[in-house]
């Protein structure tokens, strides 16, 4: 089984519309992350939460919240979806040591009509 | 403005030739990873480079860090077909923030 994992792993929605995704691990990390992946750009942070009662605004969070519902869970809300938040959204986990890499998920491609 | 830049973004090469990214980032950084992205799947970890003047080699793919020179380099070795994908480079100037590169695209002809 996948130590990262996200739902819905597509999801297409209308402009105004709430959505959910959701990410949940199996690798005991206490850091969790949520990125949004457009093409030539790169991933750009949007929320990051390095225990359950810390969460961070990342690099572009404008228009998303998150909720760490446990340590295995970190979900990304988008409250009312507007067109250009089209991307593909990652979770990521981290130890949070020197030698800390980040693992990911498969990713969520959403497309907001 | 923090900045990571990767060089070329986009390469197409022959198999058996060798090639170097280039990813140079503005601000001080003692931790730098690559990561490898295949076409519409998720981000695999390669390499985590943490101090400067360290290298790490993994079959065809040696990566390299200059931490004064704000430079890491991820170079191929007779490259083949498989090593197609797209590769980022991220730095974590914050406390395991990352910020990424915008990735560079291989493509490896048979």
């Known amino acids: 089984d996948a130590d990262v994992t996200q739902t819905p792993r597509n999801r297409i929605t209308k402009t105004g519309k709430r959505i959910m995704l959701e990410c949940s691990q199996t690798?005991?990390?206490?850091?969790m992350y949520w990125y949004r992946q457009d093409p030539g750009l790169g991933l750009r942070l949007i929320y990051y939460?390095?225990?359950?009662?810390?969460?961070n605004k990342g690099e572009i969070s404008d228009g998303y919240s998150v909720s760490r519902q446990a340590q295995a869970k970190f979900s990304l809300s988008l409250e009312s979806a507007i067109p250009n938040q089209t991307a593909l959204y990652f979770c990521?986990?981290?130890?949070?040591?020197?030698?800390?890499?980040?693992?990911f998920g498969p990713g969520t491609r959403l497309t907001v009509l | 403005e923090l900045k990571v830049e990767q060089n070329p973004l986009f390469l197409s090469m022959q198999e058996g030739k060798n090639y170097t990214i280039y990813c140079n980032y503005s601000?001080?950084?003692?931790?730098l990873y690559w990561y490898r992205q295949d076409p519409g799947k998720s981000l695999e970890s390669l390499f985590v480079?943490?101090?400067n003047g360290a290298v790490k080699q993994e079959g065809r793919l040696m990566a390299s860090l200059d931490t004064k020179a704000r430079l890491s380099t991820l170079h191929i070795t007779a490259a083949v077909h498989d090593l197609s994908a797209t590769y980022f480079c991220?730095?974590?100037?914050?406390?395991?923030?990352?910020?990424w590169g915008a990735g560079t695209k291989l493509i490896i002809k048979p």
């Open positions: 990521a986990t981290g130890q949070g040591t020197s030698t800390d890499t980040q693992y």
């Open positions: 690798k005991g990390h206490d850091r």
């Open positions: 939460s390095f225990d359950v009662k810390d969460i």
């Open positions: 601000t001080t950084s003692d931790r």
């Open positions: 480079l943490l101090s």
């Open positions: 991220a730095v974590d100037p914050f406390s395991y923030q990352l910020i």
